[in-house]
């Protein structure tokens, strides 16, 4: 039997710490450590892409890892807690659904995502073909939790996560976007979050908090 | 080479000038300035497109070809009357106290930006950043949405983020997809996103990748056409925002976005060796009209019942387009122009009435034909050529497009006959009795910019019976790339 390479063993690895954050942020209701939850899943992505670059030699990887670096584990965990602080948030009251419905829901969800993924993993020739599953499922999972969270800053930070799952496939799948891509992905984020923050204080000066059940009101017959 | 960068770098400037004076008395002025100027530049690039055909420029970054060069046009067009329409419109909305310096400021600034995004969209070659352009137009209308700082108007802000958010990041897996699919035959890097590219080597792409692309692709990108099920977001946005807003999302917005589905459809037609793509958009175009139809009687909000009509005719494009062929793909951009071009001056006379009336209510607004013949009469000749009368231009794609419905999808032509029908009956009884009857409104106390709303009829009038030259050839010529 061969031995897997240590490159290919540390990218299961990550891939598989992706996974478990993921459900660990469905399952979390500390807005703050739902935070920790997403700086760890961008760390993790950064060093899954770093390391992909090395093993792969595609030098550009590393300026995606450090892009990752620099925008999911410092710049945007900054403004979140930042907010937090601001706004005063700590707790997502219980969701639309409980949490072990939601963690059934989300293995569910695992599962077809590694359906999804098969056929086109099996097209693709990269040594992180494999990781493509996990990375639709973290998609899946992160779109669940925005399904389910009534607070505004935990549907964001799902919305954040989804954008993690998306790069992580790409890099699975493709080695990566062209550098100018995931320029303009990133920037899209940073501004979108930027907005958000504004945007986050126009709805608690509005309605006195974040949480969505306020937002009720248009409906087409009234 | 120049054109295409005016027409980008003019509304950046446009958006950082007026972000840095503030709002000032000449604010407007200098955002209508800015949109004439795009619209200028847009001219004579369209001019040069005429005299020496398509432009692949700056190591093939940007493509202007008869498909996006008159969406490029009419997106500058708009964006220069909305401007025109938005100086007295705003200043009412500012003296009825909606409105702040502050927050015109960021109106202004936001509005320029907005319109660069569209304009990134539509000329760049590159998948990718087609991707990014798209996203950061939701963005910069997030805040316009929101402008009034209602209650119903953050809701609507928030729907629309997170239901256009959602949907784009699925664009991104089909973009990620696509790319995927590419890479193999182009190698990695750049080159494997330009569209150019990848519609040389479309037929060799691995046909399981790219229909798993387009499925991504269609629902991400539909989400912002407001294809059902996914036009939530989009009448609680079109009602809640300024007027302005509504007019560019509904008459530019709607269309990038569909220009962007319209160019994957390209790539994975040629890829698949079946209908797979036209079915898919046939079938969620149809169902689009039908749902949007029905909505239509249920409305009591002005703005609302527009919004709904966009998503009807944004089905019926997507259903021409779906259908394919030269005819069908010829009726589909004339009436992607002809949308447009109506149903902002709809929104610009719906902005006047409301005000007059202060309320978007329909109920309570009557007769504004008696204080205010141009508003009146505007709304009227608006809603009749939206609704498809002859002879605006309205009139000869829908014709277009149901005649050849009846030949290539006959089962399909009964429910967009009755669709329209009930369209028609929902509009018209609700328009009615809003133009003419017993009065209501007020005085507005500046004078509202008509010329805009009677030049886009003029427009429209003039398509319906005699459609210019150069436009008819790349109509022709974008249908027969569309295939």
């Given amino acids: 039997m061969s031995a897997i390479p240590l490159g290919h063993q540390l990218i299961n690895l990550f891939a598989a710490v992706l996974l478990l954050l993921a459900f660990a942020m469905l399952s979390q209701r500390r807005v703050v450590s739902l935070v920790d939850l997403f700086a760890a899943q961008g760390l993790v992505l950064a060093m899954s892409t770093a390391v992909v670059a090395y093993t792969t030699n595609q030098p550009h990887l590393y300026e995606s890892a450090a892009l990752t670096l620099v925008l999911k584990v410092f710049v945007l965990p900054w403004l979140l807690y930042r907010l937090i602080r601001r706004l005063d948030v700590r707790w997502e009251f219980e969701g639309l659904i409980n949490i072990p419905t939601t963690m059934l829901i989300g293995i569910v969800l695992v599962v077809l995502s590694f359906n999804l993924a098969l056929p086109i993993s099996e097209l693709a020739s990269t040594v992180t073909r494999s990781t493509l599953g996990i990375a639709i499922a973290c998609v899946m999972l992160a779109f669940l939790m925005m399904i389910t969270r009534r607070k505004a800053l935990s549907q964001v930070i799902g919305f954040l996560a989804m954008e993690n799952g998306l790069l992580f496939a790409a890099t699975s799948a493709t080695y990566g976007m062209p550098m100018v891509v995931e320029l303009g992905i990133a920037l899209d984020v940073l501004v979108g979050m930027l907005i958000l923050g504004v945007f986050f204080f126009q709805i608690r000066e509005q309605f006195d908090s974040l949480d969505l059940k306020h937002f009720e009101q248009l409906r087409d017959d009234e | ?483």
């Fill in chain 2, 1 to 483: 080479m120049i054109e295409i960068l005016l027409v980008l770098a003019l509304p950046v400037a446009g958006a950082a000038l007026l972000a840095l004076v503030g709002h000032r008395a000449y604010a407007p002025l200098v955002n209508v300035v800015t949109s004439m100027l795009t619209f200028v530049a847009s001219a004579v690039l369209t001019a040069r497109v005429i005299e020496q055909g398509p432009l692949l420029v700056m190591s093939k970054q940007f493509l202007v070809d008869p498909f996006n060069v008159f969406l490029v046009a009419l997106t500058a067009f708009v964006g220069m009357t909305t401007a025109i329409f938005s100086r007295p419109y705003m200043r009412i909305e500012e003296q009825h106290g909606r409105l702040t310096p502050a927050r015109l400021r960021l109106y202004h600034s936001m509005f320029q930006l907005f319109m660069f995004t569209m304009l990134l969209a539509l000329t760049t070659n590159n998948v990718g950043i087609l991707w990014v352009a798209m996203e950061a137009a939701t963005l910069t209308t997030v805040l316009l949405v929101s402008l009034y700082r209602t209650p119903a108007s953050l809701e609507a802000a928030w729907k629309y983020f997170i239901l256009c958010g959602v949907g784009i990041a699925q664009a991104l897996f089909g973009t990620i997809l696509l790319y995927f699919a590419a890479e193999k035959l182009l190698g990695a890097g750049g080159g494997a996103l330009l569209w150019t590219e990848l519609n040389d080597v479309r037929a060799s792409l691995e046909p399981t990748v790219v229909s798993l692309a387009f499925v991504f692709l269609l629902v991400g990108y539909g989400t912002k056409v407001g294809l059902v099920p996914l036009h939530n977001w989009l009448p609680d946005a079109h009602a809640e925002g300024p007027t302005p807003v509504s007019a560019v999302l509904s008459g530019l917005l709607l269309n990038v976005a569909l220009y962007a589905v319209v160019r994957c459809k390209v790539l994975v037609d040629g890829a698949l060796p079946d209908a797979f793509a036209k079915n898919l958009m046939v079938g969620f175009g149809l169902l689009s009209v039908v749902v949007a139809a029905l909505l239509l009687s249920r409305q009591k909000d002005i703005k609302r019942l527009f919004a709904y009509s966009s998503i009807e005719h944004m089905g019926i494009i997507t259903f021409a387009f779906g259908i394919g062929g030269p005819i069908a793909n010829f009726a589909g951009l004339l009436h992607m122009t002809v949308h447009s071009l109506t149903k902002s001056a709809i929104f610009f006379a719906v902005g006047h009435a409301a005000q007059k009336t202060g309320t978007q209510v329909m109920d309570e607004i009557r007769g504004l034909v008696t204080i205010s013949p141009m508003i009146g009469w505007g709304l009227a000749l608006g809603a009749l050529a939206i609704l498809g009368m002859p002879p605006f231009g309205v009139f000869a794609s829908e014709f277009l497009i149901l005649t050849t419905a009846m030949r290539e999808q006959p089962w399909a032509t009964p429910f967009l006959l009755a669709a329209l029908g009930l369209a028609f009956a929902a509009v018209f009884s609700k328009v009615q009795p809003m133009v003419f009857g017993e009065t209501n409104a007020m005085r507005l106390p500046v004078r509202p910019a008509m010329i805009p709303v009677f030049a886009h009829l003029a427009i429209v009038l003039m398509l319906g019976v005699w459609i210019p030259p150069f436009l008819a050839d790349w109509y022709r010529s974008a249908a027969r790339l569309i295939g």
